[in-house]
């Protein structure tokens, strides 16, 4: 019995890490397995929803069961003890860096050296050499050690990629030459990649050339803008010292006007002051006289005196003295002059403002095609911090779905915690372009970084604030909400849909992308802060950023 399992060494070798089985499993396929080599390989096919033997290749549309064999189990058991081999504990999986690990290393994983596109697994040097022992008879085709496998296999007929289709524009197999690509225009994919290569540098190049172009007319444009700032501003410095220069010479003036009219008043005056100092000195000599002719005893004597004494003068001029002596009015009229001046200076600025944000240097036109709009193309990733607790996030945070499940995210100030609402990292500056394929019932919006995210207020809402714009997508039509307005949409959406910011034009546009992009809605407006793309799901709903 012990010669007869010895002879079939093979039955109880794991086809993945090349060891004697541990806790064998039987997949419905029927070939064995390391309970933990199988798990592994199905664990890197979760996201695929595909799951496959890694010998017969054979897939099942559901992850099968892992059961251990028990039976199995005892003869793995009893070749270990003819093998007088101790059974011990797998060891816990570790990895290092590398390029590309080994897909059969099942403790600390080794860089892999080759991979075989036969069987779909990249191996280490120890494991190359276990291959090759294993399959003297048989050649599999050996690369140098590549990620990503199944993506150079034919998904339908399960064999490598080796033919460029130019017709459908992709990589076939040999099989789909005889099927659905038959009589297709059809080269090799190593002619396929020169072709693509000489393409995309004929490309590559005329953009080289076009961008230089506009670099040389942006750099002359900037030239031109300078040299005539300058001109600019000489002229205004000459004319405003001219005006400067007016509104002295003015001053010199009134100042000239009030000193003259100053002296002319102040002169007249003087000449008055004399005469009345003359005339008090007369009255004054007369009273003094009088004073002593009023104590003589003789009365004849003193009325024939009094007639030359008792006479006054006439005086030699009347008049008042003004008693509200000043230039009142003339700082009146001098206080409106300054507030006509400011008044008219504010409506000419204003004027002379416009005229100057009026020049620009000239951008390129808005984009009208698809490969226009892919100039101004983002990269946007989905912000964990923000997501709602029903939001699940995939393929490396570009793709949302909300589950109803909770999902297990920290406590976070910025996250949405009534909305099922999600912002992204990354924000929008000057012009932007980026694609989303949508199912269910979505919001796909942009919005202000301020915007509210606890409770269930319209303040938290895309599209029911002023912090916020929104597009609803349903399978039975569209609106765009701003503000909390409703905006219908005359036009269905597709299941991709373009967003088209430009910051500082102040432009938002949302279109249907198919064979043609068409134009769904479109908002001009002031964006006072950096917009972030946001979404909102439905139940049942995802978003996949393209």
Same mark, same amino acid.
């Given at each position: 019995m012990?010669e007869?399992m010895t002879?079939?060494?093979?039955?109880?070798?794991?086809?993945?890490c090349?060891?004697?089985?541990?806790?064998p499993v039987?997949?419905p396929?029927?070939?064995?397995y390391c309970?933990?080599c199988?798990?592994? /390989?199905f664990?890197q096919?979760d996201?695929k929803g595909?799951y496959? /033997?890694p010998?017969c +290749?054979?897939?099942?549309?559901?992850?099968?069961v892992?059961?251990k064999?028990?039976?199995?189990?005892e003869l793995v &058991?009893?070749?270990r003890k003819?093998?007088n081999q101790?059974?011990v504990?797998a060891? @816990?999986?570790c990895?290092i860096?590398g390029?590309?690990?080994?897909?059969?290393c099942?403790?600390? =994983?080794?860089k892999a050296?080759?991979?075989?596109?036969?069987c779909?697994v990249?191996?280490?040097?120890t494991?190359y050499?276990?291959?090759?022992?294993?399959?003297p008879g048989?050649k599999?085709?050996?690369?140098?050690? %590549?990620?990503?496998?199944?993506?150079r296999?034919? !998904?339908?007929?399960?064999k490598p990629l080796?033919?460029f289709? +130019?017709t459908?524009?992709? /990589?076939?197999?040999?099989?789909?030459?005889?099927d659905?690509?038959?009589?297709?225009d059809?080269?090799?994919a190593?002619?396929?990649k020169l072709e693509k290569?000489?393409e995309?540098?004929?490309?590559?190049?005329?953009?080289i050339q076009e961008?230089e172009?506009?670099?040389q #007319?942006?750099? =002359?444009?900037?030239e031109?803008?300078?040299?005539?700032?300058?001109?600019?501003v000489?002229d205004s410095k000459?004319?405003?010292?001219?005006i400067?220069?007016t509104i002295?010479?003015?001053h010199s #003036?009134? !100042?000239?006007?009030?000193?003259a009219?100053?002296?002319?008043?102040?002169s007249r005056a003087?000449g008055l002051?004399?005469?009345?100092e003359?005339?008090?000195a007369?009255l004054k000599?007369?009273?003094?006289e009088?004073e002593q002719?009023?104590?003589?005893?003789?009365h004849?004597?003193f009325?024939?005196?009094?007639?030359?004494?008792g006479?006054?003068? #006439?005086?030699?001029?009347?008049?008042d003295?003004?008693?509200?002596l000043?230039?009142?009015?003339?700082?009146?009229?001098v206080?409106?002059?300054k507030?006509?001046?400011?008044?008219?200076?504010?409506e000419?600025?204003?004027?002379?403002s416009?005229?100057v944000? &009026?020049?620009?240097v000239i951008?390129?036109?808005?984009?009208t095609?698809?490969e226009?709009?892919?100039?101004?193309s983002?990269?946007?990733?989905?912000d964990?911090n923000t997501?709602h607790r029903q939001?699940?996030?995939?393929?490396?945070n570009?793709?949302?779905e909300r589950?109803?499940q909770?999902?297990?995210y920290?406590d976070?100030? &910025?996250?949405f915690? &009534?909305?099922w609402q999600?912002?992204?990292?990354?924000?929008?500056?000057?012009? /932007?372009?980026?694609?989303v394929?949508?199912?269910g019932v979505?919001? %796909?919006?942009?919005?202000?970084?301020?915007?509210n995210? =606890?409770?269930g207020?319209d303040e938290? =809402?895309f599209?029911c604030?002023d912090?916020?714009?929104?597009?609803?997508l349903?399978?039975?039509?569209?609106s765009f909400?701003?503000?909390?307005k409703e905006?219908?949409?005359p036009?269905?959406?597709?299941?991709?849909?373009?967003v088209?910011?430009d910051? *500082?034009?102040g432009t938002?546009?949302f279109y249907s992308?198919s064979?043609t992009?068409t134009?769904?809605? +479109?908002v001009q407006?002031?964006f006072t802060?950096?917009?972030y793309p946001?979404?909102?799901l439905?139940k *049942?709903?995802? @978003?996949?950023?393209?």
């Amino acid at each position: 019995m012990a010669e007869v399992m010895t002879s079939n060494q093979d039955l109880f070798t794991c086809p993945i890490c090349l060891d004697i089985l541990r806790d064998p499993v039987t997949i419905p396929c029927g070939h064995n397995y390391c309970m933990g080599c199988i798990k592994g /390989c199905f664990d890197q096919e979760d996201q695929k929803g595909v799951y496959s /033997c890694p010998q017969c +290749r054979q897939s099942f549309n559901s992850r099968p069961v892992l059961n251990k064999n028990n039976v199995f189990a005892e003869l793995v &058991e009893q070749f270990r003890k003819t093998r007088n081999q101790p059974l011990v504990p797998a060891p @816990v999986e570790c990895y290092i860096a590398g390029d590309v690990d080994c897909d059969v290393c099942t403790g600390r =994983k080794l860089k892999a050296v080759k991979s075989c596109l036969e069987c779909l697994v990249s191996y280490c040097e120890t494991h190359y050499k276990a291959h090759n022992e294993l399959n003297p008879g048989r050649k599999h085709k050996m690369v140098d050690a %590549i990620g990503q496998l199944q993506e150079r296999i034919c !998904t339908q007929h399960e064999k490598p990629l080796e033919v460029f289709c +130019r017709t459908d524009q992709s /990589c076939v197999c040999l099989f789909c030459l005889v099927d659905e690509h038959k009589g297709h225009d059809t080269v090799s994919a190593s002619e396929g990649k020169l072709e693509k290569q000489a393409e995309t540098q004929r490309s590559l190049h005329q953009r080289i050339q076009e961008s230089e172009r506009k670099l040389q #007319e942006l750099r =002359k444009a900037v030239e031109t803008l300078r040299s005539s700032a300058q001109t600019a501003v000489e002229d205004s410095k000459r004319v405003f010292t001219e005006i400067i220069r007016t509104i002295e010479r003015r001053h010199s #003036e009134v !100042t000239e006007l009030i000193r003259a009219q100053e002296k002319a008043q102040v002169s007249r005056a003087e000449g008055l002051l004399k005469q009345l100092e003359q005339e008090i000195a007369e009255l004054k000599r007369r009273e003094a006289e009088l004073e002593q002719l009023s104590h003589t005893e003789d009365h004849i004597h003193f009325l024939k005196t009094y007639q030359s004494v008792g006479d006054l003068p #006439e005086s030699k001029d009347s008049f008042d003295v003004n008693q509200s002596l000043s230039f009142e009015n003339v700082n009146t009229s001098v206080s409106t002059l300054k507030g006509q001046l400011e008044d008219f200076c504010k409506e000419e600025f204003m004027k002379i403002s416009a005229a100057v944000t &009026e020049v620009q240097v000239i951008l390129p036109s808005e984009p009208t095609t698809i490969e226009e709009f892919l100039q101004y193309s983002c990269h946007f990733t989905l912000d964990p911090n923000t997501a709602h607790r029903q939001f699940h996030l995939s393929e490396r945070n570009r793709r949302v779905e909300r589950r109803a499940q909770l999902q297990s995210y920290p406590d976070h100030p &910025e996250r949405f915690d &009534e909305w099922w609402q999600v912002l992204c990292s990354e924000g929008v500056y000057g012009r /932007c372009y980026w694609e989303v394929e949508w199912s269910g019932v979505v919001y %796909i919006a942009v919005s202000y970084k301020s915007i509210n995210r =606890k409770g269930g207020g319209d303040e938290c =809402k895309f599209g029911c604030n002023d912090q916020s714009w929104r597009l609803r997508l349903t399978s039975s039509g569209s609106s765009f909400w701003h503000n909390d307005k409703e905006s219908k949409l005359p036009l269905g959406a597709s299941s991709r849909i373009g967003v088209y910011v430009d910051h *500082r034009a102040g432009t938002l546009a949302f279109y249907s992308i198919s064979d043609t992009m068409t134009l769904l809605h +479109r908002v001009q407006t002031t964006f006072t802060h950096t917009l972030y793309p946001g979404f909102c799901l439905d139940k *049942r709903s995802s @978003v996949q950023l393209l």
